[in-house]
Antibody, heavy 120, light 109 residues
C-alpha cells in the first residue's frame, strides 16, 4: 500500500520561503515521477511541478522562478520550496505519485494534503 | 488560465447518466486522467488512459476521448457521486508540463 504524507509548517510569513516534505512509504522513490499540486481555498487544482528520482525536474511556468523540488532517496522523501510567498500562495498542498507511460499519465496516489497559510 | 476547459457545474437526476467533458489541444496527443474530489478530501483517481479504472472505482465510471475532447461518463449516478471532478493532462507545448482543468461541480438531484 503506497502512502504519501506531507509535513511542514502550516503558517508562513509573507516574503518568506514555504518548505514542505513528502514522505513516501510502500514504494521506492527511486522510480516514477513525484509531484506537488496545490489548491487555494474554494478553488481548483494547480500543478506545481514534478521530480524524477534522478533529480530531473520541471515546474509550472507561472511558479518556476520561485519553486524548487528536490529528492532525498536515502529517506524516501521529496521536498518543495516556494520562495517569496504572498497571500496568493495560501492553499492546501498535496504531494502525489505521477505514473507516466507514454501518452498515459495519472496521479495514482495522493497525500492527504496540508494547509499552508501565508500571513503575518 | 487553464489549457483544459471544463463546464463549471453539471447536474444529473439520481440514477441517470451524466457526461462531464474536458477540452484542450493537448488531448489530441495525450490521454486525460480524471479525479473525484469530495469536500475536505484529497482527489481520487477515477479514470486514466483510454478507459481504465483503478481498483475500487465502480464500473459506472467510464472514460472516452475524441479529438480535443475527453469525457467522463457516470452511468446511473448515485448520491455519493456528488463531488468536484477534475481532468488532467499534459500541456500542449510539448514541454512535459502538467495541467488541470478548472473542475466541474456535479450535483445529483
Amino acid at each position: 500500500q503506497v502512502q504519501l504524507q506531507e509535513s511542514g509548517p502550516g503558517l508562513v510569513k509573507p516574503s518568506e520561503t514555504l518548505s514542505l516534505t513528502c514522505t513516501v512509504s510502500g514504494a521506492s522513490i527511486s522510480s516514477y515521477y513525484w509531484s506537488w499540486i496545490r489548491q487555494p481555498p474554494g478553488k481548483g487544482l494547480e500543478w506545481i511541478g514534478f521530480l524524477y528520482y534522478s533529480g530531473n525536474t520541471n515546474y509550472n511556468p507561472s511558479l518556476k522562478s520561485r519553486v524548487t523540488i528536490s529528492v532525498d532517496t536515502s529517506k524516501n522523501q521529496f521536498s518543495l520550496k516556494l520562495s517569496s510567498v504572498t497571500a496568493a500562495d495560501t492553499a492546501v498542498y498535496y504531494c502525489a505519485r505521477w505514473a507516466v507511460r507514454g501518452v498515459i499519465h495519472y496521479f495514482d496516489y495522493w497525500g492527504q494534503g496540508t494547509l499552508v497559510t501565508v500571513s503575518s | 488560465s487553464s489549457e483544459l476547459t471544463q463546464d463549471p457545474a453539471v447536474s444529473v437526476a439520481l440514477g441517470q447518466t451524466v457526461r462531464i467533458t474536458c477540452q484542450g489541444d493537448s488531448l489530441r496527443s495525450y490521454y486525460a486522467s480524471w479525479y473525484q474530489q469530495k469536500p475536505g478530501q484529497a482527489p481520487v483517481l477515477v479514470i486514466y488512459g483510454k478507459n481504465n479504472r483503478p481498483s475500487g472505482i465502480p464500473d459506472r465510471f467510464s472514460g472516452s476521448s475524441s479529438g480535443n475532447t475527453a469525457s467522463l461518463t457516470i452511468t446511473g449516478a448515485q448520491a455519493e457521486d456528488e463531488a468536484d471532478y477534475y481532468c488532467n493532462s499534459r500541456d500542449s507545448s510539448g514541454n512535459h508540463l502538467g495541467v488541470f482543468g478548472g473542475g466541474t461541480k456535479l450535483t445529483v438531484l
